[in-house]
T-cell receptor, first 113, second 111 residues
Framework: SQTIHQWPATLVQPVGSPLSLECTVE??????LYWYRQAAGRGLQLLFY??????ISSEVPQNLSASRPQDRQFILSSKKLLLSDSGFYLC????????????FGEGSRLTVL | KQEVTQIPAALSVPEGENLVLNCSFT??????LQWFRQDPGKGLTSLLL?????REQTSGRLNASLDKSSGRSTLYIAASQPGDSATYLC??????????FGAGTRLFVKA
C-alpha cells in the first residue's frame, strides 16, 4: 500500500508570512493526490486535487495554491497567510489499485498568529 | 450534491460492548464507501472499503455494511476495547475525483 509523508508536522507562522507544506508518496506511481483541510471540530474540506504532474484543480477560492512538480510530490503554498488559514492539513493519495481506496498522511498542523 | 451524515456525533460505551456507527448518504450512485479512524492530532487510517457491488466487508472485529438503496452504511465494532477510542469517519466516492466525508462519530470506550 501507499505511504504518504508530510512535513513539517507542526508549524506556527505570523499573519502575512509565506507557507510551504510538502507531501511525498511512496509505493505507487501516477497517483491522484489531494490536499484537505480539517478545521477544529469540523469535517474535511477538499482544497486541491491533482491527476498528474502540473495538473491542479482548485475546489475552494482562497489565498492558497498547490503545485505538483513531480509525480509523487504535492506542495501546498501561500504567499501571505491569514488567520483563517489555521488548521490541520492532510495530504491524501488514491492510485495504483482498482479499488479506489484513499490513503492519508499524518497531517501538518498550521497555527497562524 | 452528495451529503454524508454520521449519527451520533459522539458515543460513550463500556468496554466489551458491541456497537454500531451509522453513516447515511443522499446520492446512491456511489463507487465505494470507505470507513476511517482518526486519533487526536493524527491523520486518517483506512479501516474498510466497500465497493458499490459489495454488501459488506470484514476486518478483525470490524464489519462494515452497505445498503445503497436506503443510502446507509454501518460500522459494527465487536467487543469494544479502550484502544478503539477515536473518531470514526465515513466517506463516499461518487466519482469525479471527489470524496465526500461525514463529520465523524467520536467514540469513547470506558475501561
Amino acid at each position: 500500500s501507499q505511504t504518504i509523508h508530510q512535513w513539517p508536522a507542526t508549524l506556527v507562522q505570523p499573519v502575512g508570512s509565506p507557507l510551504s507544506l510538502e507531501c511525498t508518496v511512496e509505493g505507487t506511481s501516477n497517483p491522484n493526490l489531494y490536499w484537505y483541510r480539517q478545521a477544529a471540530g469540523r469535517g474535511l474540506q477538499l482544497l486541491f486535487y491533482s491527476v498528474g504532474i502540473g495538473q491542479i484543480s482548485s475546489e475552494v477560492p482562497q489565498n492558497l495554491s498547490a503545485s505538483r512538480p513531480q509525480d509523487r510530490q504535492f506542495i501546498l503554498s501561500s504567499k501571505k497567510l491569514l488567520l483563517s488559514d489555521s488548521g490541520f492539513y492532510l495530504c491524501a493519495c488514491r492510485g495504483g489499485a482498482a479499488t479506489g481506496e484513499l490513503f492519508f498522511g499524518e497531517g501538518s498542523r498550521l497555527t497562524v498568529l | 450534491k452528495q451529503e454524508v451524515t454520521q449519527i451520533p456525533a459522539a458515543l460513550s460505551v463500556p468496554e466489551g460492548e458491541n456497537l454500531v456507527l451509522n453513516c447515511s448518504f443522499t446520492d446512491s450512485a456511489i463507487y465505494n464507501l470507505q470507513w476511517f479512524r482518526q486519533d487526536p492530532g493524527k491523520g486518517l487510517t483506512s479501516l474498510l472499503l466497500i465497493q458499490s457491488s459489495q454488501r459488506e466487508q470484514t476486518s478483525g472485529r470490524l464489519n462494515a455494511s452497505l445498503d445503497k438503496s436506503s443510502g446507509r452504511s454501518t460500522l459494527y465494532i465487536a467487543a469494544s476495547q479502550p484502544g478503539d477510542s477515536a473518531t470514526y469517519l465515513c466517506a463516499s466516492d461518487t466519482g469525479g475525483f471527489k470524496t465526500i466525508f461525514g463529520a465523524g462519530t467520536r467514540l469513547f470506550v470506558k475501561a
